[in-house]
């Protein structure tokens, strides 16, 4: 068990860029989350995957935002045409209910 | 809706005093209901859950927290606060009852530690 991997730790992008992360959940959980942080608040939620299926979206989650799960592994995150608001820690989660979901160390995103 | 509301946004205590970190939850059916641990530009790690049985659990790193249903609350507490616990403070109420397993996370509490 290594843990929750996510890649990259850091990114820097200029506005109106495209961004993509990715996560990597502990291999025998079928549940993977993201959650975004901004400064100074908790982790809200944006969405999860059970396997490959996207089961459930928030409303932070925008037209821009798109995740995916192609083979109920790993996940992307992608962000298009950045925008500053959209600067803040990225966190990846996973869990194989009905134990607690375990977290990666997060992407921090900047966007100039 | 379910919230979390933890009202001390920073603390500061002084090393080897007691600490109690509060925490209050909104949630219309039984509260599964988390205390994460964040060290800057970390990950969360857990620290303790409650899922049902004893209200009193025990945690990682010397801490404990009690599940008060009719104050709905859930406070974490640690007799003696070592330095290395100055980090930032998470609690978090689990739809763990439902379908989607998702945590809803309070605001916060920074944790200072002085000498």
């Known amino acids: 068990d290594t843990g929750v991997s996510q890649d990259p730790r850091h990114k820097i992008t200029k506005r109106g860029q495209n961004v993509t992360f990715r996560c990597d959940p502990i291999?025998?959980?079928?549940?993977l989350y993201w959650y975004r942080q901004t400064l100074g608040q908790g982790p809200e939620f944006l969405t999860y995957?059970?396997?490959?299926?996207?089961?459930?979206k928030s409303r932070l989650l925008s037209d821009r935002f798109s995740a995916e799960r192609p083979k109920g592994s790993f996940s992307t995150l992608e962000i298009q045409r950045t925008e500053q608001g959209d600067s803040a820690m990225y966190l990846c989660?996973?869990?194989?209910?009905?134990?607690?979901?375990?977290f990666g160390p997060g992407t921090r995103l900047t966007v100039t | 809706a379910q919230s979390v509301t933890q009202p001390d946004i920073h603390i500061t205590v002084s090393e080897g005093a007691s600490l109690e970190l509060r925490c209050n939850y909104s949630?219309?059916?039984?509260?599964?209901l988390f205390w994460y641990v964040q060290s800057p530009g970390q990950g969360l790690q857990l620290l303790l859950k409650y899922f049902s049985g004893d209200t009193l659990v025990q945690g990682i790193k010397g801490f404990e927290a009690e599940f008060k249903r009719s104050q709905s609350s859930f406070n974490l507490r640690k007799p003696s606060v070592h330095w290395s616990d100055a980090a930032e403070y998470f609690c978090a109420v689990g739809d763990y009852g439902g379908a989607t397993n998702k945590l809803i996370f309070g605001t916060g509490t920074l944790l200072a530690v002085q000498p």
């Open positions: 291999s025998e959980h079928n549940r």
């Open positions: 989660a996973s869990s194989r209910p009905p134990q607690e979901p375990y």
């Open positions: 949630y219309g059916a039984t509260p599964y």
């Open positions: 995957f059970q396997n490959e299926a996207q089961l459930e």
